[in-house]
């Protein structure tokens, strides 16, 4: 089911910068967990990053140390700050949260 709303995906050479937001229909609650995942069309949801309101935010390890996720100040969304980006990192990326998804956002890293 289609709820979320991802945003801030775009083109960018090697090296650059990107912020994705992705904004849910509530503020959180529970200890949920919402969670960014990458995905090429045809193939499987790969983990990038997630985060909660009780636990500390959880990484891939290829992306360790160069994306960031945050809660936003309203408390019904995430922010995926990518620094570093590398053309390995081109790809649909979407959030995910209580079994809601979003239409996804591209990222395209290339020169």
């Known amino acids: 089911q289609v709820r979320l709303v991802e945003s801030g995906g775009g083109l960018v050479q090697p090296g650059g910068s990107l912020r994705l937001s992705c904004t849910a229909p509530?503020?959180?609650?529970?200890?949920?967990?919402m969670t960014w995942y990458r995905r090429t069309t045809g193939n499987d949801r790969v983990f990038v990053a997630s985060i909660s309101e009780r636990d500390d935010p959880i990484y891939a390890d290829s992306v360790k140390g160069r994306f960031a996720i945050s809660m936003n100040n309203h408390n019904n969304g995430v922010y995926l700050q990518m620094n570093s980006l590398k053309p390995e990192d081109t790809d649909g990326y979407y959030c995910?949260?209580?079994?809601?998804w979003g239409a996804g956002t591209q990222v395209t890293v290339c020169s």
């Open positions: 995910g949260y209580r079994g809601w």
């Open positions: 509530e503020t959180f609650w529970g200890g949920h967990v």
